[in-house]
């Protein structure tokens, strides 16, 4: 697509359950991002997956978040037993090899009740 | 903590006038990029800078980069009031091994007409 494309773009859920988060990155980008940035603050990196390499997990806060990329292409975020404090827009960003611009998507904004 | 951290956290201009926002950082980088974030969505990619590199033009955008302070500075001539948003700097960490970027707090630039 013409974009990095993020689905779905708001989310409320209750809390202890499981949510799946959506990223379809540019065609032809092997570099793939999810950020996450809570309301007012900077972003935080989560995860980065470059190609067929081993993704960078050292970003995730616990291990109810994991995150999958399928094909090199589409990447779902996925958060177990959601709490309270998962609530946040989470970002996806792409790029072509991981050291020029990011292109980002819109965001997902998740709250968790 | 942040790899980098933007100075000032807020800061309010008339139409017309110059923007300056800085951010320093903390480990050797090998690039250094600023991006601009509209109503807490998405980011735009505004303009990287290699370690190698101590300034760089883009429009109205001038951005230099002084590694031997672990600093950058971002400026906004003549702003107008689109260019109200938050503004991001993100540094790629040389010794990571790996090409994530690390955001900083951001800075919120209010431009009144």
């Known amino acids: 697509g013409a974009g990095v494309s993020q689905s779905p773009s708001n989310k409320v859920t209750e809390k202890g359950k499981d949510v799946e988060l959506r990223c379809d990155p540019i065609?032809?980008?092997?570099?793939l991002y999810w950020y996450r940035q809570s309301l007012g603050q900077g972003l935080e990196f989560l995860i980065y997956?470059?190609?067929?390499?081993?993704?960078?997990k050292s970003g995730l806060p616990s291990d109810r978040f994991s995150a999958e990329r399928t094909g090199g292409s589409v990447s779902t975020l996925t958060i177990q037993r959601t709490q309270q404090e998962d609530s946040a827009v989470y970002l996806c960003a792409s790029s072509t090899t991981g050291r020029g611009g990011y292109t980002f998507g819109s965001g997902t904004r998740l709250t968790v009740v | 903590s942040q790899q980098g951290e933007e100075d000032p956290q807020a800061l309010s201009i008339q139409e017309g006038e110059n923007a300056t926002m800085n951010c320093s950082y903390k480990?050797?980088?090998?690039?250094l990029q600023w991006y601009r974030q509209n109503s807490g969505r998405g980011l735009v990619h505004l303009i990287l800078?290699?370690?190698?590199?101590r300034e760089k033009h883009s429009g109205r955008l001038r951005v230099t980069l002084d590694t031997s302070k672990k600093s950058s500075s971002l400026l906004i001539t003549a702003s107008r009031a689109a260019d109200t948003a938050s503004y991001f700097c993100a540094t790629d960490i040389r010794a990571s091994g790996t090409y994530k970027y690390i955001f900083g707090t951001g800075t919120r630039l209010k431009v009144l007409a």
């Open positions: 800078i290699r370690s190698n590199e």
């Open positions: 480990t050797s980088i090998n690039n």
């Open positions: 997956f470059q190609g067929n390499s081993a993704p960078d």
């Open positions: 065609s032809g980008h092997t570099a």
